[in-house]
């Protein structure tokens, strides 16, 4: 049997954790979603939801994936839990939905990649993205967006997906601080900052029944949660790494990233009176162009910002299809390229519905969002907490200089036990309830 492949270097594992996060989870879902919640207010519950729940279950991820050095299904067998293997098969699942409708918001971030060129979009950006987003074309774009996943992913750990992020994060991030810069110039800015930052906390405290659930589901998708991204990218790395310390710069970047999403959109909102309220999964593609369509060198920000959305969107598209891909590599011993290529196509017949009817893809999101992560979460905390504990502390100890008679492993252990665990549970029963309210967002929808 071959080696199994591992990062080349501690960083290239960091970047590309950082690009599974730093995702369209940041530069389209954050924004529409803080939007639609409360702004500031949201943006409050979401900063407090990474810090007490986000990081402390990276870190069960992590654990369980170092530990096992194995893919995320597998790894419960190799722990000595084979019953447990269900929530690994989860996160797969999980990640596989997901990709399913990320790869058709690909397609259309490509779709606008080209229209800044042309400035298609700027006359009528709401017909532009009727038009656009969903049929004959956005099916044809969902599959291209594929093709540039599968490619990379097929190239391997270290060639492919570690190469791929080292170029694509610090793109990322170079490029945002360009456009939020050029924000900051605009006319009437300063409201855009004003509803990003400044918290109304009567609107959040009658509202918490439904912005809680937004920010903590929004947490667990930016940070790549539930999907067994963390659990199959920790398995690459070495015992000498410091869990915590990697954990920590991953959950800091990621919130970093996406409150600088937050600086670039809401300003250029504001500065031409765009309401930033436009709800569901189009927001960023109608609100976005029709700020842009009135600003100076409309048709460069728009390329540079769909620039963006595009190295964002392929860095967290690969993680998703490794994590299925590293299983079936482990436990069938297939050859890389082929099982990529396969893989991707069953994602692409998944991403059907939701090419052809905007109302599917917002169906899945809404499924993901409220049942589909924050269950695995829940039952990833719930092994490491209550199953896996002494050998978790021992883990979270590895690679750093933390005596043994330290308690902060154990209070890291104790809050995924309590706080962690409710929090989560919590809004897994919020997202059930929105899930099921017939006036909801969720509805499925006719073909």
Not at 178 to 199: D, K, S, V
Not at 212 to 221: I, K, N, R, S, Y
């Amino acid at each position: 049997m071959a080696d199994r492949e591992t990062w080349a270097s501690r960083l290239g594992f960091i970047l590309a954790s950082v690009g599974s996060a730093v995702g369209l989870g940041n530069v389209w879902r954050f924004p529409f979603q803080t939007a639609t919640n409360g702004g500031a207010a949201f943006l409050v519950v979401y900063l407090l939801a990474v810090a007490v729940i986000g990081l402390p279950a990276i870190l069960a991820e992590f654990v369980v994936g170092r530990r096992a050095n194995l893919n995320a299904i597998d790894a419960f067998d190799r722990l000595g839990h084979s019953r447990w293997k269900v929530v690994g098969a989860l996160g797969v699942f999980t990640g596989f939905w997901v990709l399913s409708y990320y790869s058709v918001i690909g397609g259309w971030v490509i779709r606008y990649l080209l229209g800044s060129v042309t400035g298609g979009y700027m006359g009528s950006p709401a017909d532009y993205f009727g038009a656009v987003s969903a049929g004959p074309e956005a099916l044809a774009l969902h599959a291209v967006f594929i093709l540039l996943t599968v490619g990379i992913v097929a190239f391997g750990v270290e060639e492919g997906i570690e190469l791929a992020t080292t170029f694509m994060v610090p793109s990322v991030v170079v490029l945002m601080l360009g456009i939020a810069a050029y924000a900051a110039t605009l006319p009437g800015a300063g409201a855009g900052y004003a509803f990003f930052l400044t918290p109304d906390v009567g609107a959040l405290l009658s509202n918490l029944d439904t912005v809680v659930p937004a920010a903590v589901g929004q947490a667990l998708f930016s940070l790549s949660l539930g999907f067994s991204v963390m659990i199959t990218y920790a398995s690459y790395i070495g015992e000498d790494d410091n869990l915590g310390v990697d954990g920590g710069a991953i959950a800091v970047f990621n919130t970093f990233v996406g409150v600088l999403a937050g600086f670039v959109v809401f300003p250029l909102l504001f500065a031409q009176g765009v309401s930033p309220d436009t709800a569901g999964p189009g927001a960023v593609f109608i609100s976005v162009p029709t700020a842009l369509a009135e600003v100076p060198a409309g048709r460069v920000v728009g390329f540079v910002f769909f620039a963006v959305v595009l190295i964002a969107a392929l860095s967290s598209a690969i993680s998703l299809l490794e994590v299925v891909t590293s299983y079936v590599i482990d436990h069938y011993r297939f050859e890389r390229r082929g099982t990529a290529a396969g893989l991707g196509t069953v994602v692409f017949a998944l991403g059907i519905p939701s090419a052809w009817d905007t109302a599917w893809l917002g169906w899945f999101d809404g499924v993901a969002v409220n049942l589909f992560l924050p269950l695995a979460v829940l039952l990833v905390v719930t092994f490491v907490g209550w199953v896996l504990a002494d050998d978790a502390v021992d883990e979270v100890r590895q690679g750093t200089d933390v005596a043994r008679a330290s308690a902060l492993p154990t209070v890291w252990l104790w809050a995924v036990r309590s706080v962690v665990l409710l929090a989560v549970a919590g809004t897994l029963a919020l997202g059930v309830r929105e899930l099921l309210t017939p006036s909801g967002a969720y509805v499925v929808p006719p073909f």
